[in-house]
């Protein structure tokens, strides 16, 4: 037990008397309808300023979303300012405009900016990271990052060096090296976060993902194969666009069969990766419980994604909370000492531009 | 009175407490150790955005946080103060505004596509360089021969009249593009010509065999000059890139989303090809009159070209993504003496591309 070991973050009231562990789930309030009628707005007020508005609707989403994750009773905020979101934006989107525009002229300038990309990823991550928490708060607590630039420096690119070196065996712990950085580094208040999970649980899931992975790949190879598609000779005569001419309807059957196998793959990952990442969690005496299932991350996921073409993108709203809603419920505090027990650090705003150069790279540009 | 917590910032300890806002523009808080008041002026309110709850921030850094965003609505008001950005929760709320941004939020975005897209690529075209053009043709004829192409069977006489034939045709443009005509024998194209946007215009030498007279030949180039000229590789492309900024812009933050969009493009990717054609086709039948040569010679080869390429394939299906407008809708087919017939529903894939 943990009763006795008093953590320097802040939790001292359960060091001494030992408490009755609660269980404290995530709460998602958040509805189809209501995200609805918030992301149209949203979209249209952007297409009417040709997209100056994004950076207002980013901030009204994000304080939709915080504010409807519900824990113990309150619930979380977003508090970043549109007009410093709109400046990180065009930082960017000249940057990039100039960086496309040289590469595409003079290919070779790649080489110069890859360098430049190499030390610049680690700084990007510290400062979405640092920005990302900042801008959070529960409980009129924010949350912050203590994540220096040699860390991430280390944990994303030198970490990755070693990983070619050994031919990519330990490519597990440059996994959780990542995770135990962004993680470990968080604070709510001044109580830092410690990431527990240990190395094992990262080599078995990605280990499994691999083997699941490679036998998926071996069986869709063995079918082209079998098609006929991989050997030149009889490819003059077969129509490619024709797949039921290709396969023969036993095998469009296989082939669906190998396709459903391959999202199951990667649900099945996403799911151990979440547990094992966010479930790794401690917060002074409070553990981080998370419980994703792979099979119903993937059921969500396809049938999410059915739902969005099929209305042709009107369903997005609801598979975007329904999402988010299995994510969060499934995610739940393991704690003895309730959440009224954090402290302040004197906080200040941040720049942030690191935040939306971060937001570029994972493309998240959703209204 | 209002109920709510407040949190004093120093600590994620909340005590419940209620807030009033006075007539006199005082706001009061209730229920803590202290009584604390100040100016509501002095006091910061979160937006309302849907259900969520409502933040009052102190100038001491503390928040009351309560979830009856109706009663510190009607207080502000009371007072005589706005609300901030009150207007987009009323938006948001009124069913009637939703459906009419939805159905305003579907025509702009099928004008933005239909109009704005091609007409913001033609603009970014105009001040990018030529060598752009370069760029993206670099190293495409490399990867056609490995793959699809024989050396031409043509003798070097033939081949030596055309290309002087082209060089007469391309001189005049001075456009900055460097036109050079190529020849090649590909079983799998059959009667085709296509341009690069590196301004390499490929022959293949069943197209030279299928013509009657060397005009014929020289429209098929002229319409590959227009694409050239067009430019429509380079705007193809910044085509494919706003259409791919707009598809995440309105759906951006799903990831099993995402693989979808990426075809977004490709899906426009035969529309915008169609418009080129078209301009292509326009581009060369004006060259053709320019230069006294009677423009049907372009019909005359491309309802040839379509009637071979339908004799050689066995589907009749309307092919909707197809990259080229109908040939019947491009040119009037005119039944040729010394020819059948075309069959009225000729296959419409290869073709002068």
Not at chain 2, 92 to 116: D, K, R, Y
Request: proline fraction near 4%; glycine fraction near 10%; charge should be negative.
């Amino acid at each position: 037990m943990n009763e006795t070991t008093i953590d320097a973050g802040g939790l001292a009231a359960s060091s001494s008397v030992p408490t009755a562990r609660v269980n404290i789930p995530f709460e998602f309030r958040a509805t189809g309808g209501e995200y609805f009628r918030i992301w149209i707005v949203n979209l249209l007020l952007t297409i009417v300023t040709l997209g100056i508005y994004s950076a207002w609707a980013k901030v009204r989403r994000l304080r939709y979303f915080y504010g409807s994750t519900v824990l113990d009773g309150h619930s979380f905020e977003y508090h970043a300012r549109p007009l410093a979101i709109l400046k990180g934006r065009l930082t960017i989107f000249f940057g990039y405009v100039i960086f496309l525009v040289l590469t595409k002229m003079f290919p070779l300038s790649i080489f110069l900016f890859l360098p430049l990309l190499l030390l610049g990823v680690p700084w990007i991550i510290v400062k979405a990271r640092l920005f990302q928490m900042r801008m959070t708060s529960y409980r009129n607590l924010r949350f912050n990052f203590h994540g220096t630039y040699g860390g991430a420096m280390s944990a994303f690119i030198g970490w990755y060096f070693l990983v070619i070196l050994t031919l990519g065996i330990i490519f597990p712990m440059w996994v959780r090296r990542q995770v135990a950085y962004i993680l470990g580094n968080t604070a709510f208040g001044t109580t830092q976060f410690r990431f527990v999970t240990g190395n094992g649980r990262f080599f078995a899931f990605c280990y499994a993902t691999m083997g699941l992975g490679i036998l998926v790949y071996a069986g869709f190879i063995f079918m082209l194969f079998q098609a006929g598609l991989m050997n030149p000779q009889q490819n003059a005569d077969v129509d490619p666009g024709n797949l039921a001419q290709m396969f023969g309807i036993a095998g469009l059957l296989k082939l669906l069969v190998l396709a459903i196998a391959g999202v199951s793959v990667y649900g099945y990952y996403q799911a151990a990766h979440a547990n094992a990442s966010i479930g790794g969690i401690e917060i002074g005496q409070t553990r981080v419980i998370s419980q994703l299932r792979a099979s119903s991350l993937i059921w969500i996921q396809v049938t999410n994604l059915l739902g969005v073409l099929f209305t042709l993108g009107l369903f997005y709203p609801w598979a975007k909370v329904r999402a988010m809603k299995y994510h969060l419920e499934n995610t739940s505090l393991d704690t003895a000492g309730g959440m009224g027990e954090f402290t302040a650090s004197a906080g200040s705003a941040t720049d942030p531009l690191g935040e939306e150069l971060g937001d570029f790279f994972d493309m998240d540009f959703g209204i | 009175m209002i109920e709510g917590r407040y949190f004093d910032g120093t600590s994620s300890v909340g005590v419940p407490a209620h807030l009033t806002l006075g007539a006199d523009g005082i706001a009061r808080l209730f229920g803590l150790a202290d009584r604390a008041e100040g100016p509501v002026d002095e006091l910061k309110f979160s937006e309302r955005v849907g259900s969520i709850p409502r933040r009052v921030t102190f100038p001491n850094g503390g928040v009351f946080e309560t979830r009856d965003n109706d009663a510190i609505d009607e207080a502000l008001e009371s007072i005589g103060r706005k609300a901030g950005k009150a207007w987009l929760h009323r938006l948001e709320s009124q069913w009637h505004i939703v459906i009419g941004s939805l159905v305003a939020v579907v025509l702009l975005s099928v004008a933005f596509v239909q109009w704005g897209v091609p007409a913001i690529a033609n603009q970014v075209a105009k001040v990018m360089p030529v060598e752009a053009d370069r760029a993206i043709g670099m190293g495409t004829l490399d990867m056609f021969d490995r793959t699809m192409f024989e050396t031409s069977e043509l003798s070097s006489d033939r081949r030596a009249q055309l290309r002087r034939e082209f060089d007469d045709m391309t001189e005049p443009l001075d456009d900055g593009h460097e036109y050079q005509l190529e020849f090649r024998k590909s079983e799998s194209i059959g009667a085709n010509a296509f341009a690069l946007p590196s301004g390499i215009v490929v022959m293949t030498d069943d197209l030279v065999k299928l013509a009657k007279s060397d005009e014929e030949i020289i429209a098929v180039l002229a319409h590959e000059i227009g694409h050239v000229r067009g430019r429509h590789a380079l705007r193809q492309l910044l085509q494919a890139a706003g259409i791919s900024a707009l598809a995440v812009a309105v759906l951006g933050d799903v990831s099993s989303i995402s693989g979808i969009l990426s075809a977004a493009p490709a899906l426009l990717h035969a529309k915008h090809s169609r418009d080129f054609e078209r301009e292509a086709d326009t581009f060369a039948k004006q060259w053709l009159r320019e230069h006294d040569i009677d423009e049907t010679r372009f019909d005359a080869i491309l309802c040839r070209m379509t009637r071979e390429a339908g004799e050689s394939s066995d589907s009749d299906a309307i092919d909707y993504f197809s990259s080229h407008p109908p040939t019947d809708e491009r040119v009037r087919c005119l039944p040729e003496e010394d020819e059948p017939e075309a069959e009225p529903e000729a296959e419409s894939k290869p073709r002068v591309s």
